[in-house]
């Protein structure tokens, strides 16, 4: 099982940028899939989660109407695209498995893409 993020890098405040996490080692249209970052100094927080079909979607108060979690399921991958980027969204974006339909979450993590923000 393996979770493979790209598309990270350096862009200037109100820019965009699009994450993708390419998936392999399992069933993809069988999971929910979710987005996090890290700030450096700060705590891993969720940003956006999209379920199996894509059918639904979530995001933190803090990226809301600003980016946008899509999936693929031909492709087994997960993109952010991430719109009017401010210095704050600097981190490190992982992606990760969500649940599947019987509740069972394989807590498989990518490695990460850097973000940084900045003029």
């Known amino acids: 099982v393996q979770l493979v993020e790209s598309g990270g890098g350096l862009v200037q405040p109100g820019g965009s940028l699009r994450l993708s996490c390419v998936a392999s080692?399992?069933?993809?249209?069988?999971?929910?899939m979710n987005w996090f970052r890290q700030a450096p100094g700060k705590e891993r927080e969720l940003v956006a989660e999209?379920?199996?079909?894509?059918?639904?979607?979530n995001y933190a108060d803090s990226v809301k109407g600003r980016f946008i979690i899509t999936r693929d399921n031909t492709k087994s991958t997960v993109y952010l695209q991430m719109n009017s980027l401010k210095v704050e969204d600097t981190a490190v974006y992982y992606c990760?498995?969500?649940?599947?339909?019987?509740?069972?979450?394989?807590?498989?993590w990518g490695k990460g893409t850097l973000v940084t923000v900045s003029s």
């Open positions: 080692g399992f069933t993809f249209s069988s999971y929910d």
């Open positions: 999209i379920t199996r079909f894509g059918a639904r979607t």
């Open positions: 990760k498995t969500g649940s599947n339909w019987r509740g069972y979450d394989m807590d498989t």
